[in-house]
């Protein structure tokens, strides 16, 4: 295990190259890509809550200048004034109710000086607010505590009409179902309404939502029922109330991680096929290069019989196993030719009728002829390797 994860082979560097060059390029590549998809789709998320808080605000107004028109055709009625001079009550309140219903209303009060609350609810009265109010709050009460109204002059009458839409859960949701995002009202510091179907211990939590609006942000991040919002928010036409949309960005979320998990895995993915490739070449490379070093072995160990192959195509390789092996021939031709000398010389001495011995720089017999074996009757390897003076 040590030698495979020996860092000086050269199959080691290759597939550590591989790997880290991969890993460089899929980290180049998917990192910004990760950030340029999660920005986009993080911009098209907050593009999409504006264009719904804009579509907001314009119902708003528009179920404004519905109220107004209600208004006006409820005051212009010839029966609301003859029911009016007649003073009959019981008819005006029943009359009343029936052009509740057919507007699809909430509230239609007539303000009078000698009576100001004859209307369609009894819990409170409009009159006496501020004539320049379209919103109004009514402290106490748990439903339907926050209007929209809209005011009109009664022809012929000392008084006005008032009709209302309740601010309640239900407008809210029916504003959040045509923009299709949620959203809620506040007045002031208070939560006034809200599309989003909460306990009252959980609706608590759309305070987080709240504060970052108290102080100036026309967008903010928060969470709901452990669910992740995007929210923005606008003043209405009055002052103190505030119109916030929300959106879930869970389902962006769950996108973001799926394309994290999904750059991830390819990273994995090439990863491996980057260090398959590399161990695959360096297989090919390392393989003729790890024969010619055994042969080059044996070489040096005097086996001069065993060629210098690489099946190899890098031509590198193959031009080195050439020259070994040419090395290896020119050798082979090299010893042939001394050792043709060396038979030579070795019978030219033999031939030679004379003594003759050789002596290295120490004394020591490192020759003796057949002549010096004759004239002295001493083997050659008796004396080879003693000094001159122990034999003569």
Request: charged share 20%.
């Amino acid at each position: 295990m040590g030698i495979l994860l020996d860092k000086d082979r050269l199959s080691v560097r290759l597939v550590g190259s591989f790997l880290l060059l991969v890993l460089m390029t899929a980290l180049a590549v998917g990192l910004p890509a990760i950030w340029l998809m999660q920005g986009q789709l993080d911009q098209q998320a907050w593009s999409l809550i504006e264009q719904g808080q804009r579509t907001a605000i314009s119902l708003y107004e528009k179920r404004y200048l519905e109220l107004q028109n209600y208004a006006i055709l409820t005051a212009q009625r010839p029966t609301l004034s003859n029911l009016l001079e007649s003073e009959d009550l019981p008819g005006l309140r029943g009359y009343l109710l029936t052009l509740q219903e057919g507007a699809n209303l909430d509230l239609i009060e007539i303000c009078l000086d000698q009576q100001s609350n004859i209307g369609t609810l009894t819990a409170f009265s409009a009159c006496g607010m501020p004539v320049e109010s379209q919103f109004i709050k009514v402290a106490g009460q748990n439903d339907q505590q926050a209007w929209m109204i809209a005011r009109s002059p009664i022809d012929g009458v000392d008084g006005e009409v008032i009709v209302g839409q309740a601010l309640d859960d239900d407008f809210a949701d029916e504003i959040s179902n045509q923009i299709g995002l949620e959203q809620f009202l506040l007045n002031q510091t208070n939560l006034v309404s809200s599309s989003i179907i909460l306990p009252d211990t959980i609706r608590r939590s759309l305070e987080d939502c709240i504060v970052p609006i108290l102080e100036g942000h026309s967008r903010s991040k928060c969470t709901i029922a452990d669910q992740d919002y995007h929210t923005t928010s606008s003043q209405l036409a009055e002052e103190g109330w505030s119109l916030v949309v929300a959106m879930d960005i869970s389902a962006i979320n769950l996108a973001a991680k799926r394309l994290i998990y999904s750059m991830s895995a390819a990273i994995v993915i090439v990863s491996a096929l980057g260090v398959s490739l590399g161990a695959y070449i360096s297989r090919r490379i390392s393989k003729p290069l790890e024969e010619l070093s055994r042969t080059a072995g044996a070489f040096s160990k005097g086996d001069l019989n065993t060629p210098f192959l690489a099946e190899s195509k890098v031509k590198e390789i193959s031009q080195v196993a050439r020259a070994l092996d040419n090395a290896r021939l020119d050798l082979i031709d090299t010893l042939q030719s001394l050792e043709l000398e060396k038979n030579w010389s070795e019978n030219l001495l033999a031939s030679v009728v004379e003594a003759i011995i050789t002596l290295d720089e120490t004394g020591r017999i490192t020759y003796f002829s057949h002549g010096a074996e004759r004239l002295t009757g001493i083997f050659t390897e008796e004396v080879v390797g003693k000094h001159i003076d122990e034999v003569f």
